[in-house]
């Protein structure tokens, strides 16, 4: 069954670095969506990607967040200078035209 | 008052037992809702979707609408230990947009 793919698995950082998350969504869809998840936490909403540009955004996405498509196959999230706040597991989705999301495995990213 | 609220549990059943999870929503303008189940340290799995009111059946699994309600319900018939997982209720604002999920049920079902 396709999947999508999401690479690291854990990634530890230091406050101020630069990280990116990378995701290779299933290859037919053509939605492409970033979650975080706090630790004890919901599920939230950060970015959606369509056609190369941001369809929508949260809050959360603030100037410090980044999406790239830099090819046919990689979806990456770049955060610029990570706080400790940013510590989550993130999560990859995406999606044809209908509506059934597809998650990858997630990031942990964990920032001291 | 959020948009949708799900009790976090935890729930512990027997296995063979019939489980119950339910989410609550605000906006009346919903129409498709999701059940999704997270194992510990993996992505949300999507296990059932509905379009408004109604009833929908997949083996041991029922998802139910209740719009008059704004109520959305998960139903497991004979639960398994497999079935030990997070449970969480998700609504897109429109077919195609951003999920906003619940909190979660954690699940765990004894042998």
């Known amino acids: 069954e396709p999947e999508v793919t999401q690479t690291p698995s854990h990634q530890v950082t230091q406050m101020g670095q630069e990280v990116i998350l990378r995701c290779v969504p299933i290859?037919?869809?053509?939605?492409f969506y970033w979650y975080r998840q706090i630790l004890g936490q919901k599920v939230e909403f950060l970015v959606s990607f369509y056609n190369n540009e941001i369809s929508e955004k949260s809050e959360i996405f603030d100037d410090q967040f980044s999406v790239e498509r830099p090819d046919g196959s990689n979806f990456t999230l770049k955060i610029r200078s990570t706080k400790l706040e940013d510590s989550a597991m993130y999560f990859c989705?995406?999606?044809?035209?209908?509506?059934?999301?597809?998650f990858g495995s997630g990031t942990r990213l964990t920032v001291v | 008052q959020k948009e949708v609220e799900q009790d976090p549990g935890p729930l512990s059943v027997p296995e063979g037992a019939i489980v119950s999870l339910n989410c609550t929503y605000s906006n009346s303008a919903f129409q498709y809702f999701m059940w999704y189940r997270q194992y510990s340290r993996k992505g949300p799995e999507l296990l059932m979707y509905t379009y408004s009111s109604g009833n929908k059946e997949d083996g041991r699994f029922t998802a139910q609408v209740d719009k008059s309600s704004k109520y959305i319900s998960l139903f497991i018939r004979d639960s398994q230990p497999s079935d030990s997982a997070t449970y969480l209720c998700?609504?897109?604002?429109?077919?195609?947009?951003?999920?906003?999920f619940g909190e979660g049920t954690q699940l765990t079902v004894n042998p």
């Open positions: 290859s037919n869809h053509l939605y």
């Open positions: 989705a995406s999606r044809e035209e209908s509506y059934g999301y597809t």
């Open positions: 998700a609504i897109p604002e429109t077919s195609g947009s951003r999920l906003t």
